[in-house]
């Protein structure tokens, strides 16, 4: 089996908006209590690794921040240029290709650093969270952001990997397991993690032919590592039991969801 040192998002990139949907209303209100608390004029500043296509940079340039990001993902990146482009505006958002674990900033250049689900999906995760330490200003806060799961049924998801193991095929996290690993490694180094949670919740509606058309489409990142053929036998299986089990795909599940913000300083503020 191939070790892969990061997951690019190059073949996910046609899905990457549609399938990490979150409540509007609930993402500009921690947008809002983000530019309340690190307001621009203080923090103009902001690096985003793994900008993507800018879902979440836009909405952040749009409140004024200057926005910095890297991703390695080439077509991520094309797609958030043709963004751009179309939008007509002149928000300050420059992105460039770029790896994480190898930044290519100098030291202390960032007022604050926002990254979203990245660790999951770096294998040298410690690098990273090293190398976004070091271009942020010392005393600045970095901020790990959490959306939802999206267009996501967790169980669909957790049954598919079973699957993949019960034919030899284990689906291995290429980063962290949970966000709970890079808050350890940030308070070992002196740092403070504040959590910032229960604000911002909905229930999504995902109905279950949707999430198992996203699974076979290979739109999320764990659907990515099985072999063609593998992939094609487990969506076939997976697909028949669910209509056994629920009589037909068209069964729809309430998922609770949240936006979340983890707010990392060196001293308690």
């Not at 028949?240 to 069964?251: C, D, K, P, R, V």
Request: with cysteine; aromatic share 14%.
């Amino acid at each position: 089996m191939t070790i892969m040192k990061s997951l690019s998002f190059d073949n996910m990139v046609k899905f990457y908006d549609e399938t990490r949907i979150f409540d509007e209303e609930c993402f500009e209100s921690a947008l809002d209590y983000m530019v309340e608390r690190f307001p621009p004029r203080a923090f103009s500043s902001v690096f985003e690794p793994g900008i993507g296509t800018g879902r979440i940079a836009i909405p952040l340039a749009k409140r004024g921040y200057r926005i910095t990001g890297v991703d390695i993902s080439e077509e991520m990146l094309a797609f958030l240029k043709k963004r751009l482009i179309s939008s007509g505006k002149s928000w300050r958002l420059f992105y460039q290709r770029g790896d994480v674990t190898r930044l290519p900033f100098p030291d202390e250049t960032f007022d604050m650093a926002i990254a979203t689900h990245l660790f999951y999906f770096i294998r040298d995760w410690r690098r990273a969270a090293d190398e976004i330490l070091r271009v942020v200003r010392k005393g600045k806060p970095i901020v790990l952001m959490h959306t939802g799961t999206g267009t996501e049924i967790p169980f669909l998801n957790d049954r598919y990997k079973e699957l993949c193991a019960q034919y030899g095929y284990p689906i291995e996290a290429i980063g962290v397991k949970s966000t709970g690993e890079v808050v350890d490694y940030f308070e070992n180094l002196g740092y403070h993690a504040e959590r910032v949670s229960d604000r911002w919740r909905w229930v999504s509606n995902i109905k279950l032919d949707m999430a198992l058309g996203y699974i076979s489409s290979r739109a999320y990142s764990f659907t990515t590592l099985a072999p063609d053929n593998l992939h094609s036998t487990v969506v076939e299986k997976l697909g028949f039991e669910l209509e056994s089990q629920f009589g037909s795909l068209s069964a729809t599940f309430e998922i609770p969801n949240q936006i979340y913000l983890l707010v990392i300083l060196r001293d308690k503020v």
